[in-house]
């Protein structure tokens, strides 16, 4: 499994679009990228995948540029309940959903008024 | 629709004893995944079930802890002789075989595992 890194925890106020970028260099081929999030006391939650260029969704939109060895979610205008970890996952897609998932410590956001 | 449910939510035991964690997986999921997380880390890979069968248990960190899922759905995470270091919470999961996102399961609240 590609080895993620990414900042430890990221304060922001609440409106503000935040940026979380995660570095994977020995990304493979296969591998997609996926970020989860994590509110206190409740189990991870999929939030987006992709595997290149821009990908959006209702939460949150995910670029990853042409080498793929970094990725970036981006939360527009968070608020006080996007407070949470964010994980940053690689794994390999074509093996569709059965295998493990290494989370990593993940980046820890904290909202403020 | 319903989502993965966990049994008990807290469970408090002393060293030494035995203990069974439940998981109770989204309907029509065939893979279900144990994850241990302690406090200020990640979920920690355990085990994982393809139906009945445990496709992959590198995660389970000795013989003191099993699982089984023995008819593909419900699945119970067994420790022995419990220490204070396995107090963590529990964490279960479940997922499509195909369709869907790829690497996108589905986790339960788990179980807050303490051991006095």
């Known amino acids: 499994l590609a080895k993620t890194t990414q900042p430890i925890s990221m304060d922001s106020y609440e409106g503000q679009e935040v940026n979380i970028t995660c570095s994977h260099n020995?990304?493979?081929?296969?591998?997609?990228i996926t970020w989860y999030q994590q509110f206190p006391s409740q189990g991870p939650r999929f939030i987006i995948q992709?595997?290149?260029t821009k990908v959006t969704n209702e939460v949150a939109s995910l670029f990853i540029p042409a080498d793929r060895k970094s990725s970036t979610l981006s939360l527009p205008r968070v608020s006080l309940s996007d407070t949470a970890v964010y994980y940053c996952?690689?794994?390999?897609?074509?093996?569709?959903?059965?295998?493990?998932?290494?989370f990593g410590k993940g980046t820890s956001l904290l909202v403020t008024p | 629709g319903a989502g993965v449910s966990q049994t008990p939510s807290n469970k408090v035991t002393e060293k030494g004893k035995y203990v069974e964690l439940r998981c109770d997986p989204i309907?029509?999921?065939?893979?279900l995944y144990w994850y241990r997380q302690s406090l200020g880390q990640g979920p920690e890979f355990l085990i994982y079930?393809?139906?009945?069968?445990?496709?992959?248990d590198s995660g389970l960190p000795n013989d003191r802890f099993f699982a089984v899922r023995p008819e593909g759905s419900v699945s119970t995470l067994k420790i022995q002789r419990t220490e204070r270091g396995d107090s963590a919470v529990y964490l279960c999961?479940?997922?499509?075989?195909?369709?869907?996102?790829?690497?996108?399961?589905?986790f339960g609240p788990g179980t807050r595992l303490t051991v006095l």
């Open positions: 079930f393809q139906g009945t069968g445990a496709a992959d």
């Open positions: 309907s029509g999921h065939t893979a």
């Open positions: 999961a479940s997922s499509f075989q195909r369709g869907g996102n790829y690497n996108e399961q589905f």
């Open positions: 996952l690689v794994g390999d897609g074509s093996r569709g959903s059965g295998y493990a998932l290494n």
């Open positions: 992709g595997y290149k």
């Open positions: 020995n990304i493979a081929t296969n591998d997609y």
